[in-house]
Structures are given as structure tokens and as C-alpha cells.
């Protein structure tokens, strides 16, 4: 497994949207959760890590 680097890590935070950044410190917990899924996402593609499949949040699956 590649070893993650802090900086390159912060570098993609720190180009992450504005709303997501600010909204991270958000005193509304909606907010904050929002925010905070953004910046993985974002995370999660400059890594180019595929999120785990299936339902998301409140999303139910269907069994086929």
C-alpha cells in the first residue's frame, strides 16, 4: 500500500470548495456533516481511491 503524504493531503484540503472548508466549523451539525463529506470526497479523488460501494447515507438499497 502507498504511504499517504500529509502535505499532499493538505494541499487537496486546501483546494477543496470554500463551503466545504468553512463549512467544516459550522454551528449546525447538518452543516458540519455536509462539509465534512465533501472534503473526503475530494480527498478520495485527488487519491483516486474508489469509495466503497453501495448506499450512501440515508439512501436505501434494493435487493435484486
Known amino acids: 500500500m502507498e504511504r499517504l ?3 499532499r493531503i493538505a494541499d487537496t484540503i486546501l483546494s477543496a470548495p470554500g463551503w466545504a472548508r468553512l463549512g467544516i ?6 452543516l458540519r456533516e455536509d462539509a465534512a463529506h465533501e472534503l473526503a470526497r ?8 474508489s ?9 436505501l438499497g434494493w435487493s435484486l
Not at 475530494?42 to 481511491?49: G, M, P, Y
Open 5 to 7: 503524504d500529509p502535505a
Open 25 to 30: 466549523t459550522a454551528p449546525a451539525a447538518h
Open 42 to 49: 475530494v480527498i478520495l479523488a485527488e487519491l483516486d481511491v
Open 51 to 59: 469509495p466503497r460501494e453501495g448506499p450512501e447515507g440515508d439512501q
